[in-house]
């Protein structure tokens, strides 16, 4: 998760209150999503204008556990290929966030990917150079290492400064983790990188 405003206040037990009962009273709608059952005493909730979820915890004053959010990624919106066609599908980018208390964070963590693997099926998921939390290295890191061990998934490498948004598919882990490396370290240390990084499901599996 690249740090930001939501990563500060769900971190701060009085902050995190505060923005749930917010996001409760104005913009909170209780759902379900299909393929899991999130455990009581938990509740899932969506904000109704965004593809925001929350899973909050139960009582009096409700905390945030689990946050996702998906946004448009307008960086390779236009990105098409006749010959994966896979990659035709809309992009878009995660936000993702999990409590930090031990019990919360190890409950969650199966929650985050059922909901990644849910939205791999409408989406294709990038990955962007930015400041990068170590939770959310070891997120993207779990991912890209399905992606990887599936025969239904692919990785692939884009260039954003390339003026035909070249696109490059990599075959094993092993010949990924080169650019991964420098993926962190240009991220880490804030320095421009266009490489942009898409997971994507194939269409035909």
Known sequence: MQNSLITTQ????ILNQQATQAFINYVGQECSIPGFTIPKPFKLVKAVYCNEY???SDGD?????????LYDSPLISHLTSKKIPSL???ITQCL???SLIPQHRDAFHFIATKFFDY????YNIAI??????LCSANFWEGRLLEAFKTKNAGVFTATE?????KVKEIGTWFDFQKIWTEFLFNSSENIPDPTVIIISKKEDC
Do not use: A, C
């Open 161 to 165: 400064s390339h003026p035909k948004m």
């Open 88 to 90: 035709n599908k809309n």
């Open 128 to 133: 962007v150079p930015g400041q990068m939390t």
């Open 54 to 56: 929350r899973i909050l």
């Open 96 to 98: 993702v966030w999990t």
């Open 119 to 122: 939205f791999l099926n409408q």
């Open 61 to 69: 004053n409700p905390r945030t556990l689990f946050y996702i959010r």
């Open 10 to 13: 769900l971190n701060d037990e």
